[in-house]
């Protein structure tokens, strides 16, 4: 009987650890929707993807530090690459690609 509770713990746990990955990655997603708006580029293939994830103090205690990045255009042909930081769910930086780099 233990045996089983601890599998369902542990099913539990992840699925709720899914659920907030999955979450957070549409924050992001819509984060980086509304900051190409802003300055005029295109996100590419509307998604995002974690790049890093570590666990940092924050100053609430702790938190999840995500890395996202995407792709962005100007042009609809020229890639680049857009990165956005997450400490919890809160936008902590973002970068787009250089004027000149952009045509």
């Known amino acids: ?51 890093a994830m570590a666990v940092v103090r924050a100053p609430w205690g702790l938190a999840l530090k995500r890395t996202y990045g995407f792709d962005v255009s100007a042009d609809s042909v020229n890639r680049q690459r857009g990165t956005l930081v997450f400490v919890g769910e809160q936008l902590e930086g973002a970068s787009l690609p250089m004027p000149e780099s952009v045509p």
Do not use: F, K, N
């Open 1 to 51: 009987m233990p045996t089983a509770l601890a599998v369902l713990v542990i099913v539990g746990l992840t699925l709720v650890a899914w659920s907030s990955a999955r979450g957070a990655a549409e924050i992001a997603r819509a984060q980086a929707d509304a900051l190409c708006r802003q300055h005029g580029l295109q996100l590419l293939d509307q998604t995002v993807s974690l790049r």
